[in-house]
């Protein structure tokens, strides 16, 4: 399965960019963003299963907004008030509830810098 992701940049501080990700042909029962930074863990950012409530960490909440469109087999993540904490690859996972199984996307750049 090739997840294809885009929507990465570089943004000022205060900015916004919206990431999309998209799985043709197949939908997941949790699709989510994670982030790598240099020198940390790859952490997750936002996921949303299908029929849930999306979860955020802490770091984001109230500033990201991740979204699902089933017709279009496409995850979203909205980033606004953008921080220079948030410079980071960006990674889109998909996987079902049931499963060890789980792909990834090619990072996407995103940088928040004056």
């Known amino acids: 399965v090739q997840l294809q992701a885009s929507g990465g940049g570089l943004v000022q501080p205060g900015g916004s960019l919206r990431l999309s990700c998209t799985t043709p042909g197949f939908i997941f029962d949790i699709m989510g963003w994670y982030r790598q930074a240099p020198g940390n863990q790859r952490e997750l950012v936002a996921a949303?299963?299908?029929?849930?409530?999306?979860d955020y960490v802490d770091s984001v909440k109230g500033r990201f907004t991740i979204s699902r469109d089933y017709a279009k087999h496409t995850v979203y993540l909205q980033m606004n008030s953008l921080k220079p904490e948030d410079t980071a690859v960006y990674y889109c996972n998909a996987r079902h509830f049931i499963g060890p199984q789980e792909f990834w996307g090619k990072g996407t750049q995103v940088t928040v810098s004056s």
């Open positions: 949303q299963p299908v029929g849930g409530r999306a």
